[in-house]
């Protein structure tokens, strides 16, 4: 009967923990709603042309996504013993979430992607109207140009944002911004260098998605609420998790279905990005290196020679143990045995998700 009632206990708290998380979560959107509805009536009374590049930020943020960054920083948070009704801690997780919007619109300039959530990407968008409408330069100039100064201004309110916030999160905030910014130039020049080097591959995945999806998010909200005693075992946890959420993007690119993940597949591969999976699959292949760079080869061929390798096997097995990694780290941390779960149950899903 004790057992029983130990049980029940624990499922009541970690639903009260999920509870407590989601209605956080809630706000945030709502946060970035007023925040960007608020910043269109500014514009839009300026000028109707001025609320264009607004227009494009709400409208990404209206399409989805699946609210990573937000969700680790509530949780760290939230884990960490704060008041779930203080209001910074909403704006530090819009702050994360416009952030990532921003890394969005950029990436996808770099990747020259043209689709993002199912939509077309900003810059393809605005190549295409300035194609329709016949105007002067060109087109596609144009349209990366407004897609460079649209996640330029999302940078802007996510500093905003996280003004909002307490004033203990101001380090950890400077450290991921910066590693994003350094993690993205180490993978465009990676993919201009196109050898194979498995521990670069390994350090732009932590650098560059890694650390700001899941260990940075986790730190800011621990020391949001007072609890910078957390931070190594947030990192060990983020390191390892964020590790598996990026060798999943990885698989899902080469092997996914665009249906499901909102942008082209194979999108890495065309874009020579030397991924942990393509390394190692060069090492065992040298013709994988000339499938990709030489005219005449379909994504098929290339998707058939991978496999051959036996490496997104390897891919899967690396995912595992960085997913048990993370676990344990968690595991003996000073945090309500619930938060410990919930993060466990986290770590599955980032790892393993379907889209």
């Not at 708290?13 to 009536?41: H, K, M, N, Q, W």
């Not at 991921?176 to 350094?182: A, G, H, Q, T, W």
């Not at 180490?186 to 201009?192: I, N, T």
Request: net charge negative; aromatic share 4%.
């Amino acid at each position: 009967m004790t057992s029983d009632k130990n049980t029940d206990t624990g499922q009541e708290a970690a639903d009260l923990a999920r509870r407590t998380r989601d209605d956080v979560l809630g706000r945030v959107e709502e946060r970035l709603r007023s925040l960007l509805a608020a910043e269109r009536d500014v514009w839009a009374g300026v000028h109707e042309r001025a609320a264009v590049p607004v227009d494009a930020l709400a409208e990404l943020i209206a399409s989805g996504g699946k609210r990573i960054r937000p969700a680790f920083c509530a949780t760290g948070y939230l884990a960490a013993g704060g008041d779930p009704h203080d209001p910074g801690i909403v704006s530090a997780c819009a702050a994360l979430e416009m952030l990532h919007v921003s890394a969005l619109v950029h990436d996808d300039v770099l990747d020259d992607s043209s689709r993002r959530r199912g939509a077309p990407t900003v810059h393809a968008a605005h190549t295409q109207l300035h194609e329709s409408r016949g105007w002067q330069g060109e087109a596609r100039r144009y349209g990366e140009g407004v897609a460079i100064l649209v996640g330029d201004l999302a940078l802007v309110y996510a500093e905003t944002l996280m003004a909002e916030a307490p004033r203990s999160v101001v380090l950890e905030w400077n450290r991921l911004r910066s590693e994003v910014m350094i993690g993205q130039y180490m993978d465009v020049h990676a993919a201009a260098e196109f050898s194979a080097n498995p521990r670069i591959s390994r350090l732009i995945a932590r650098i560059k998605s890694g650390r700001y999806t899941i260990h940075r998010p986790l730190v800011v909200g621990a020391n949001a609420a007072g609890r910078d005693d957390l931070a190594a075992a947030f990192e060990e946890f983020g390191e390892a998790v964020g590790e598996a959420f990026q060798l999943r993007d990885d698989l899902l690119d080469a092997f996914g279905d665009s249906a499901d993940t909102g942008k082209p597949t194979g999108l890495d591969l065309t874009q020579h990005k030397m991924t942990l999976l393509l390394g190692w699959a060069m090492q065992r292949d040298e013709r994988i290196h000339s499938l990709i760079t030489e005219p005449g080869h379909t994504p098929d061929e290339v998707r058939r020679r991978l496999v051959a390798t036996g490496v997104p096997g390897d891919v899967e097995k690396h995912i595992a143990g960085l997913v048990e990694r993370g676990c344990k780290a968690i595991a003996d941390a000073p945090v309500a045995e619930a938060w410990r779960e919930d993060l466990a149950d986290m770590a599955v899903r980032v790892a393993y998700r379907n889209t």
